[in-house]
């Protein structure tokens, strides 16, 4: 039987999906890099390292502003890729690619089963997304991340540390909930058997990364 998913069907997942909050996602992330969204995600493509030609997937790409940051970096013999579980993230993203004239394939689905064969990718980029789901989600998340990753292929994690107490602000708040310590994420992917290679603060807000490769 096929299964015909339409454009607006969002797909069953247990994690928290953007829908209604997708038309102020950009101002979010604008409020929260200070109005530096380019050179955050300028210095997110620096950390995974992507060269011209890879192949690489952005999972929970909301708008899809790293993906086309990364589409820049690999060049016109790259790929690239972004899902996400909202109808309405993966819309934003259609649309900015084209008014940036920049090739990539946006397509709702969920991380935990995602739509690509074993060993097709080169690079995996998963950010600001692992703490929208719940434990279980997570790790079949990332085992699923493992199984798309080619041999020596690689996955770059970001995501919020426990902001302190004294913090104040509407994006403190928002992430007092919503966050996932290093540790944590650490310990997720080198259970799904993946090798955990760097990981350190990004220098923005309380945002770490975790870089692991696939043997
Ligand atoms: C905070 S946003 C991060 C977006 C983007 N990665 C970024 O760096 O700005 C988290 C995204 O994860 C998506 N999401 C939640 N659960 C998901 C799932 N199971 N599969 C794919 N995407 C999911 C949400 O819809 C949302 O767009």
């Known amino acids: 039987m096929t299964t015909t998913l339409r454009d607006d069907a969002a797909p069953a997942t247990k994690g928290q999906v953007m829908r209604s909050s997708a038309r102020f996602y950009d101002l979010m992330v604008w409020l929260l890099t200070f109005g530096r969204e380019r050179s955050f995600r300028e210095r997110l493509v620096e950390l995974?390292?992507?060269?011209?030609?890879?192949?690489?997937?952005?999972?929970?790409?909301?708008?899809?502003?790293l993906a086309i940051a990364a589409k820049r970096r690999v060049g016109p013999r790259g790929l690239v890729h972004g899902i996400d579980a909202s109808p309405e993230m993966i819309a934003r993203a259609n649309r900015k690619a084209k008014k940036e004239g920049v090739d990539v394939t946006f397509r709702t689905a969920v991380v935990e089963a995602l739509p690509f064969p074993d060993r097709q990718l080169?690079?995996?980029?998963?950010?600001?997304?692992?703490?929208?789901?719940?434990?279980?989600?997570?790790?079949?998340?990332?085992?699923?991340?493992?199984?798309?990753?080619?041999?020596?292929?690689?996955?770059?994690?970001?995501?919020?540390?426990?902001?302190?107490?004294?913090?104040?602000?509407?994006?403190?708040?928002?992430?007092?909930?919503?966050?996932?310590?290093?540790?944590?994420?650490?310990?997720?992917?080198?259970?799904?058997?993946l090798t955990v290679v760097e990981s350190g603060a990004v220098g923005v807000r309380d945002l770490h990364f975790t870089i692991a490769t696939a043997q």
């Open 122 to 193: 080169d690079v995996v980029l998963s950010t600001l997304m692992l703490h929208h789901l719940p434990r279980p989600t997570r790790e079949e998340s990332a085992r699923e991340i493992r199984r798309v990753l080619k041999p020596g292929g690689r996955v770059l994690a970001v995501d919020f540390g426990a902001p302190g107490r004294h913090r104040k602000g509407i994006i403190s708040h928002l992430h007092r909930r919503g966050h996932l310590s290093l540790d944590k994420v650490v310990e997720l992917l080198s259970a799904s058997g």
């Open 48 to 65: 995974a390292r992507l060269q011209p030609g890879e192949s690489v997937l952005d999972v929970g790409c909301g708008t899809g502003t």
